[in-house]
């Protein structure tokens, strides 16, 4: 009996401990904790309120900026084609009638080319005169002929020189001239010899290389083709820089800043996206009558070939004056998982909201709002990413 009531007084005690101690921790928790999310009283189900304790202000490194409403250039953005610009491309044709021939696979299409890269090597093709074969064979017999003669006159010579009637310099003469008489007869037994074996043919090469890097962007022929002189072989491309080609309505070029830079992004660019920004050049004048629009061509380096000719992309062009819009810092915009655009706004010292805004376009490291807090309203310039996570469970 003692025993168990020494273990239910235990038991209570451990309890009542046990209770109080919970207790305690949750209200010393709730008494400091750096961050509180609350509901609104907006009926708005999704905005909530951050209140922070000064330390976590710091902590997360918040600081705020007011709105301002500011004179900022307009952007009018139209669609652009990438195109190749002049003389960029060049064609390599056949220098004589041959044969192609190759010692390695050639380079896909599409490929790059480095200057100097052997792509095809041409045998070219001798000319096929009447009777070549009956030809040959006499330079053969005349060439053996003047052999024989040019043998004789040093075995003359020789003897000469040896009954002291004749000179070193006469069998000099004449072992030269058999020497030159000798190559001639080798030089006709191998003419022979290749019009019995190749009738058409020299062994004669030719190299062929690409002009420039680039890209090799056509091939006309293939290994073993035989081709006359002039026949186009193969194109190589250069893609850095490149040029984006942009009709815009006749009635807008007036309206344009046409010696300003362009902003250049893909067609499927997100709102706010840097981009990069083209040049303008000079290039010949072109227009669609029928489209009723002008061309104006932009340059923009493109050394890892990311843009390719016939692509279409962004181009936004400065207008001529500004326009009063509401400007934010660009660091202010956040994207939630539906690609709204929001910003979080001191409602109180160290009281924060969430507020959607829409942004219309970015001018360096401000976004100006089609719609956003009134001018004056401080919101959050560094730290939002973090609030953004607070709000939502993944905060410091």
């Known amino acids: 009996m003692r025993c168990l009531l020494a273990i239910g007084l235990a038991s209570s005690i451990f309890m009542m401990l046990g209770g109080c101690t919970s207790a305690d921790v949750q209200a010393d928790r709730e008494a400091t904790s750096p961050a509180k999310v609350e509901r609104q009283e907006t009926g708005e189900a999704d905005l909530m309120l951050i209140r922070l304790t000064e330390k976590a202000r710091e902590r997360l490194g918040i600081q705020t900026q007011a709105v301002e409403s500011k004179p900022a250039a307009s952007l009018h953005t139209v669609a652009g084609e990438v195109i190749i610009p002049p003389g960029q491309v060049l064609e390599v044709a056949a220098p004589i009638a041959g044969t192609l021939l190759t010692d390695s696979p050639l380079p896909l299409i599409g490929s790059r080319v480095r200057e100097g890269r052997d792509l095809f090597t041409i045998k070219p093709l001798l000319s096929v005169p009447r009777d070549l074969k009956v030809n040959a064979q006499a330079e053969l017999d005349v060439a053996t002929a003047r052999l024989e003669a040019a043998k004789v006159r040093t075995a ?166 500004e326009e009063e819009c509401l400007q934010v810092p660009w660091s202010s915009i956040l994207y939630d998982i539906h690609g709204g655009t929001w910003v979080y706004e001191q409602i109180e010292p160290l009281v924060y909201s969430r507020k959607r805004v829409s942004v219309e376009r970015v001018t360096g490291s401000f976004a100006c709002l089609a719609s956003g807090p009134p001018p004056g309203t401080p919101v959050v310039s560094a730290g939002a990413a973090e609030l953004f996570g607070t709000e939502f469970g993944g905060g410091k």
């Open 156 to 321: 003359r010579a020789s003897q000469m020189l040896e009954d002291r009637v004749g000179s070193e310099r006469a069998l000099q003469d004449a072992e030269e001239a058999e020497h030159l008489a000798l190559t001639t007869v080798e030089a006709a037994k191998a003419r022979l010899e290749q019009i019995e074996t190749a009738p058409i043919e020299s062994k004669v090469e030719t190299r062929l290389v690409a002009p420039q890097d680039g890209l090799l962007r056509q091939l006309h022929v293939a290994p073993g083709q035989m081709v006359s002189a002039g026949t186009p072989l193969f194109e190589v491309a250069r893609l850095d820089p490149i040029w984006i080609r942009v009709p815009v309505f006749s009635g807008d070029l007036a309206l344009l800043d046409r010696k300003a830079a362009a902003l250049v992004k893909p067609i499927n660019a997100a709102t706010g996206e840097p981009g990069r920004r083209a040049r303008p050049v000079a290039a010949p004048p072109s227009a669609d009558p029928f489209a009723s629009t002008s061309d104006l061509f932009y340059q923009l380096p493109n050394s890892d070939h990311g843009l390719k000719p016939g692509e279409r992309v962004s181009v936004a062009i400065s207008m001529l004056g």
